[in-house]
């Protein structure tokens, strides 16, 4: 007999529906279990686990001849995930499952031996794959049904085993649906984040992160070695705007591929903060390998990528983080045409100004010949600097000020006026698709948005000629000012928002 039952192809970040044909012979002389449609050897294994699961279950398992197809067959299949849809289909085909419950059903999970059913990675775009295509209902391991609960508009039926599924399928003992919870955003915890209040000090590049949090500007901190850079940008999270419910779904159903999702708060809350070392692979900066997956620039998507010393990091690696820079998504070539996965992260860099570390330093003498300190800080190529919205020095703390009690504003407080000036931008830009923050915006928008009082283009016009900024430059120190006046709760851009922006210049011509 042939049955038809219905699973679900993880390619990127989406999914993709696959038809599971199982058709059983038992006029068949050898007994045989064939996979065909490009399976991998996980999805290849997946006869051994089904075998021994619908045994271990105490269904019939027939020794004669199966066929399994996975249609579309020129779609690689590389998941585990079709264990299950493969076991419901051998007893379909074998007459232990009524053939009428698997219509408009996708199934998912990885069966155990002794027919469990298990979580798989990618839980969240397979299930909203099964909603956008007009499926009823999906079958998940109850691990896993939180995750899915994460997508409306389809009932979710979590599974622990299969024997108690195939009760369910036939009326005898109903599993009920998972009921989801609703999804609210708004609760991130800031446990662990290093606060504002405890960083002595340093008043101008913990501004310089209000700006780059309130707008999304990439920033790069300069400065000699235990200035409190690493800190700075560790406290970085605990400024940052909350997601939007959009974002927090964007996040999660990259951190879901990823598999780093927990089980029981699925639904991700706080903006990633990605600090990969130095010795990172390409593979594993921009996402890739055999079968593709999310590197740390798509994994601090919506989030912060943050690179210490970041001079250490190879020429090559840094050249290849212009593309999500700019582009804001990252694009994988495969043998088989290529894949993007999004990566609009905010870029905040840390470097000291030359190999000892001490140029410029008032109390501690530089050992480095001019030589060095050149080619050291040729390290960042000028398109990769040309990037950059926000360059701030950070020098060494006094003594006094170090020691003495006197605490900061706290991370909280800066964060009120990060969040409303994240509103005052969602406001204005209403759903223009691709534009979340000010740093997002494009010529067109920014000649809309960036309106000037005539003392503030006086000085802007002024700064242009001194200091001939590239057009790139130009705009990017408009599109600072415009953060500069949301955070101050300013209409127009005035003559201090730009004074302040044009600041953030780098002192060395990078532009
Ligand atoms: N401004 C500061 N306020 C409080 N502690 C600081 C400050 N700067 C540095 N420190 C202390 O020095 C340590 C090293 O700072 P770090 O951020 O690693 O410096 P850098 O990255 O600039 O080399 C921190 O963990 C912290 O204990
Ligand atoms: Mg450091």
Do not use: W
Not at 11 to 39: H, K, Q, W
Not at 74 to 103: E, F
Request: include cysteine.
């Amino acid at each position: 007999m042939l049955a038809k039952v219905h699973a679900c192809a993880l390619v990127g970040l989406d999914g993709y529906i696959v038809d599971v044909e199982v058709d059983f012979n038992p006029r068949a002389g050898i007994p045989s279990f064939t996979i065909v449609g490009l399976p991998d050897n996980a999805v290849k294994e997946s006869r051994e686990r089904v075998r021994a699961s619908v045994k271990n279950s105490g269904l019939q398992f027939p020794n004669k001849g199966y066929v399994v197809n996975l249609s579309p067959a020129d779609l690689p299949k590389h998941s585990t995930a079709y264990d299950l849809a493969i076991g419901v289909g051998v007893l379909a085909a074998t007459d232990q499952i009524p053939l009428n419950a698997l219509s408009r059903t996708l199934f998912i999970g990885e069966l155990s031996l002794d027919g469990r059913v298990r979580h798989v990675k990618g839980v969240m775009p397979l299930v909203y794959a099964a909603y956008r295509e007009g499926f009823r209902q999906v079958y998940v391991s109850a691990e896993d049904a939180p995750q899915a609960g994460l997508v409306s508009g389809i009932e979710i039926i979590p599974v622990e085993t299969l024997g108690l599924l195939v009760e369910h399928l036939y009326g005898l003992n109903p599993i009920p649906a998972y009921a989801s919870e609703p999804i609210l955003v708004g609760s991130a915890a800031y446990d662990g984040v290093v606060d504002f209040a405890d960083i002595k000090g340093q008043e101008q590049a913990k501004r310089a992160l209000e700006i780059a949090a309130g707008g999304n500007h990439n920033t790069l901190m300069s400065g000699p070695p235990g200035t409190g850079k690493t800190l700075l940008a560790r406290a970085l999270p605990g400024i940052l705007p909350m997601p939007t419910l959009e974002e927090a779904l964007e996040i999660t159903r990259i951190y879901s591929v990823a598999d780093l999702l927990k089980n029981d708060h699925p639904l991700v809350q706080t903006r990633p903060f990605r600090a990969p070392h130095h010795t990172i692979s390409m593979a594993g900066l921009i996402g890739g390998g055999s079968i593709p997956r999310p590197g740390e620039v798509t994994l601090a998507h919506r989030g912060v990528l943050f690179l210490d010393e970041c001079t250490e990091h190879s020429p090559k690696t840094l050249e290849v983080l212009r593309q999500p820079i700019e582009d804001k998504i990252v694009t994988i070539s495969r043998a088989k045409g290529s894949l993007t996965f999004p990566a609009n992260f905010l870029l905040v860099m840390a470097q000291n100004p030359c190999p000892c570390g001490y140029y410029g330093d008032p109390v501690k003498a530089c050992t480095c010949t001019p030589n060095m300190i050149a080619r050291y800080q040729s390290r960042l190529s000028g398109p990769l600097l040309d990037r950059i919205d926000i360059y701030v020095d950070v020098p060494r703390v006094e003594y006094d000020k170090l020691m003495g009690d006197r605490q900061g504003e706290s991370s909280a407080s800066v964060r009120e006026r990060v969040e409303a000036a994240r509103d005052r931008q969602r406001r204005r830009f209403g759903d223009t698709p691709g534009l979340f923050a000010n740093s997002d915006m494009r010529v067109g928008e920014i000649q809309k948005f960036c309106v000037l009082t005539p003392e503030a283009r006086q000085l802007l016009e002024l700064s242009v000629r001194r200091t001939q900024l590239s057009a790139r430059a130009y705009h990017r120190v408009l599109k600072l000012s415009r953060t500069i006046a949301d955070l101050s709760d300013s209409e127009h851009i005035e003559v201090q928002h730009v004074a302040e922006a044009i600041q953030y210049r780098p002192q060395r011509a990078a532009s």
